[in-house]
């Protein structure tokens, strides 16, 4: 039997995914269960229990396998990446109603129906998905209306597969968004976060970490001793992190030093990140 990721293959000893059956050892394969997920943001956990920490995040309407329900959690399987972990059992809902649209602001409000003076009933992020099934307009305001009767902005939407040009633009319009280790939305976000939902928003699904992203995206570079080779969109890889250049000298990155996505110069992050962690560890053109 081959090593397999367990954040990206879902097996426990006692339990594990149907389509794993003579891959890996457990007591008992179940095929996984299709659900969708219901709240604006899910919390994917390292076990079940609301003290675990949280290794990524889903969003409202992305598409999930749950392999076993218990005490109140799930332990499913990300379709959109593949993250496994365990969300909390409320968060999980039928796949009605196919999506249609994607949130393309980065945060958006829900309204209990078209007028912008309602209280709001909920938010979403950037890459939640949602089906529309009508349009209002109230006092000049466009509106996509939900088969639950609540309204989004017209504007803060865009159909499936109508895709950003620039993914580096997409992260930019994340600058001053707080970060959030495990984060992945408009609310808060980490750098792995940041590339993964940048990059979505250009119709690339691509993996969840850092190590992952620095294993499988793109092609490898060498920008030379002084950095000169790098170019917009290009990556660079730190252990445990990723910015993104947006010049040949800047970057943006969500990051723990400001607590915020913030651009930074490279020479500048090279110098203070190595201080603690060592320099790069790789470059990668996407």
Not at 166 to 175: I, P, R
């Amino acid at each position: 039997m081959t090593a397999r990721d367990a954040r990206l293959h879902a097996f426990r000893s006692d339990l594990a995914d149907a389509r794993l059956q003579g891959e890996v050892a457990a007591d008992r394969f179940v095929a996984g269960r299709p659900a969708r997920i219901t709240a604006s943001v899910a919390d994917i956990r390292k076990a079940p229990r609301p003290d675990a920490g949280v290794n990524t995040q889903v969003l409202f309407g992305d598409d999930v396998l749950v392999f076993e329900v218990a005490e109140g959690w799930a332990w499913v399987q990300a379709e959109r990446d593949g993250y496994v972990g365990y969300v909390a059992d409320t968060m999980l809902g039928r796949r009605d109603h196919a999506p249609t649209h994607i949130v393309s602001a980065p945060r958006t409000f829900l309204y209990p129906g078209p007028d912008l003076r309602f209280p709001i009933a909920g938010q979403l992020s950037m890459g939640s998905t949602v089906a529309v099934t009508g349009a209002a307009e109230t006092r000049g305001t466009h509106y996509a209306v939900l088969p639950s009767g609540e309204a989004i902005i017209a504007g803060h939407l865009r159909p499936l597969g109508d895709v950003a040009a620039d993914y580096v633009s997409v992260a930019e319009m994340f600058l001053g968004t707080p970060y959030l280790w495990g984060g992945a939305s408009g609310f808060g976000i980490d750098c792995s976060g940041l590339v993964q939902l940048a990059m979505r928003m250009t119709g690339r699904n691509v993996l969840r970490d850092s190590d992952m992203q620095a294993a499988t995206l793109g092609e490898p570079l060498e920008p030379g001793p002084d950095f000169s080779g790098l170019r917009r969109g290009d990556l660079v890889f730190w252990k445990g992190h990723v910015a993104v250049m947006t010049d040949a000298d800047t970057m943006i990155h969500a990051n723990g030093h400001t607590m915020l996505v913030s651009r930074e110069g490279l020479k500048d992050a090279v110098a203070r990140i190595g201080y603690l962690y060592g320099g790069p560890t790789g470059f990668r053109r996407p």
